[in-house]
């Protein structure tokens, strides 16, 4: 049995340590039941269970999310259209958010996949200076896909505490 202040007290009976418990106004918490005696704990388990759900949710707060943006192409895109979807594309990585790169394919365009890898692999050549390649080209049904990530940590904002 362990006190509210964390020093140990002692193998007690269940009885005598439930009255320890009541006569300070706490509760009795089994810490480790596997253990051989059990283990117990004075303590405010509404206070305990506020606090664990205080830290939960700064972690969450707190937690990295990742943004995923799309970008579709296709395999007969022009060169200006071509700059403009790349400029989108630095846009969307130079904000922290990984690019996930699509190359729809219709009808005949599927006998020549080929043209869609030299796409993708011109976009990440001309990327590689800010962007890694997270997941390589690969064929999903009609679309091609390949997920670019930013070389950098984006910067973080500073929020005011409360």
Avoid: W
């Avoid at 690019?99 to 365009?109: C, N, P, Q, S």
């Amino acid at each position: 049995m362990i006190s509210e202040d964390g020093e140990q007290l002692g193998i007690k009976p269940t009885s005598e340590a439930l009255q320890i418990a009541y006569d300070a106004g706490l509760d009795l918490v089994e810490v480790a039941p596997q253990a051989d005696p059990p283990v117990c704990r004075i303590m405010d388990y509404g206070k305990f269970k506020y606090e664990q759900t205080q830290k939960a949710k700064k972690a969450r707060k707190h937690a990295a999310t990742t943004i995923i943006k799309e970008m579709k192409l296709r395999p007969k895109i022009d060169s200006h259209d071509f700059d403009v979807k790349k400029k989108h594309v630095v846009r969307f990585l130079e904000g922290g958010a990984k690019v996930k790169v699509t190359i729809m394919f219709r009808g005949r365009e599927m006998a020549h996949t080929d043209l869609g890898r030299k796409l993708l692999d011109r976009v990440a050549d001309d990327l590689k200076d800010m962007a890694k390649i997270e997941a390589y080209p690969k064929l999903d049904g009609r679309n091609m896909i390949m997920v670019l990530a930013p070389l950098f940590k984006p910067p973080v904002s500073e929020d005011s505490e409360e």
